[in-house]
């Protein structure tokens, strides 16, 4: 394939991180031109953008849980969807779940163009149980998936990690060792009842163990500029201990998970599975309001395992994520080693099994 004219592929989703991975072994194998359907809001839009790949804004709206407004969106989506892939006219689609794909599968479907879509969670939603009835192919992450798709079209395929988490490639983070590290993150989005948690508690939690904090930029809240003013505040003693951003990028993220001897966070597809991946215990809080409750099925693969606690968001407070924090440390060889036992849960080469078999339907 190489050496011919590119092959166009239109990728899109609301996972990019699965994304960025299979295209990397894509470019590793043939010689393929991608372009990526997402939100000029959300931060893939840097990322994708870094890597010289074209983006596109699609305005569709949600299906679940919705009002009017968001509704009357979706028609519009469509019409945009077409319109995108009549222009880029790609050989295939790749889808990575979520409202945001439904529409560019559903355009292609009616312009033959033929898709594939990656299931990141334990717990299909509707969205991506829709695009899967017009995929091609439906790749798995988790075993317990199956049971909601075709079979004779779905692969278990595990969901495809970034390679910088497991080797960093920018400067290592600078926190004493003297007590342990804890890293925060509301995911890429951030998340203000997290935020909010550690705000209110700052100077607490900062007395018992270092502190890396990814904020997310939601401009609504201010978040982050509220923290940096907090953190000003703080002795200098404490001030050391505290790192925090609004985002952590690909160049970065491998150093703060190494620091990080406990992550908390939500329970996206993406952080269980690099938890697992990467052996670390942690404090998970589920969000309440998606589709099937996916999030807390996420959440119970590592906290069945011995590996996580599970908080609820309606029972959080300062003093509950201080207490699981507290119980984790005093038994952490325990959770360490369960942590570490989850690593078998990953197929560590998910993204080359997807590789191949795109390689396999294109030809």
């Given at each position: ?312 968001q309606k029972e959080l407070s300062a003093s509950r994520l201080l207490a699981a ?39």
């Amino acid at each position: 394939m190489r050496g011919e004219k590119p092959v166009k592929i239109v990728v899109t989703g609301g996972h990019h991180t699965p994304a960025l991975a299979v295209m990397a072994e894509l470019k590793k194998r043939g010689n393929f031109q991608f372009h990526f359907i997402g939100h000029t809001t959300s931060v893939e839009k840097r990322t994708i953008e870094r890597l010289k790949i074209p983006f596109y804004n699609l305005k569709t709206g949600k299906l679940y849980k919705s009002g009017v407004g968001e509704l009357l969106k979706i028609p519009f989506g469509f019409f945009q969807a077409l319109g995108l892939l009549l222009k880029i006219r790609p050989k295939l689609i790749i889808s990575f779940g979520g409202y945001l794909a439904a529409p560019v599968v559903l355009a292609g479907f009616i312009l033959r163009i033929p898709a594939v879509t990656h299931e990141q969670t334990v717990v299909s939603g509707w969205a991506n149980r829709f695009s899967a009835r017009l995929a091609r192919k439906i790749f798995v992450s988790w075993e317990e998936s199956l049971k909601f798709f075709h079979k004779e079209k779905t692969v278990l395929t595990g969901n495809p990690l970034r390679e910088e988490i497991f080797n960093p490639v920018g400067k290592k983070i600078s926190l004493g060792r003297d007590l342990p590290t804890v890293y925060l993150t509301g995911g890429k989005q951030g998340s203000h009842v997290l935020n909010e948690v550690v705000r209110t508690a700052l100077s607490q939690f900062l007395e018992k163990y270092n502190f890396i904090h990814q904020t997310g930029s939601a401009s609504v809240f201010q978040d982050y500029q509220k923290l940096i003013l907090l953190k000003r505040q703080l002795p200098k003693l404490l001030q050391k201990r505290y790192i925090v951003q609004e985002y952590f990028g690909e160049e970065e993220i491998g150093a703060v998970l190494q620091a990080a001897d406990v992550v908390v966070g939500r329970s996206g597809a993406n952080t269980v599975s690099e938890l697992a991946a990467l052996g670390k215990p942690a404090v998970l809080v589920p969000i309440p309001w998606v589709s099937h409750n996916e999030q807390e099925e996420n959440a119970k693969i590592l906290a069945d395992r011995g590996a996580a606690l599970i908080l609820s968001q309606k029972e959080l407070s300062a003093s509950r994520l201080l207490a699981a924090l507290e119980e984790i440390f005093r038994n952490f060889e325990e959770f360490k080693t369960n942590a570490q036992k989850a690593k078998e849960l990953i197929r560590p080469d998910a993204a080359s099994r997807i590789a191949s078999e795109i390689l396999a339907m294109l030809d």
